[in-house]
């Protein structure tokens, strides 16, 4: 992981694997999968399919909705 991405995940986070985690806190960032592929040297199709897992664990449909149950469970920090 990142240092960036570090700092933002807590310990309750162990659902998400931590590729799955650099990617939503980047999305809380307002990174687009593109953006995201690039920092990460990924794909964005890669990036879409970590972001699909991270929806299916968090059980909603968009990674926006991804983003709001994370921060609100704690998993990553919304700062």
Do not use: F
């Amino acid at each position: 992981m990142t240092s960036a991405s570090q700092s933002n995940l807590s310990p309750q986070s162990h659902a998400l694997s931590p590729r799955e985690l650099e990617c939503v806190v980047w999305v809380s960032r307002g990174k687009s999968s593109g953006d995201i592929g690039a920092i990460l040297g990924l794909s964005p199709r890669t990036v879409d399919s970590y972001l699909e897992k991270v929806c299916a664990k968090l059980r909603v449909r968009t990674r926006i909705e991804a983003v709001a149950v994370a921060v609100r469970s704690g998993i990553i920090d919304p700062d």
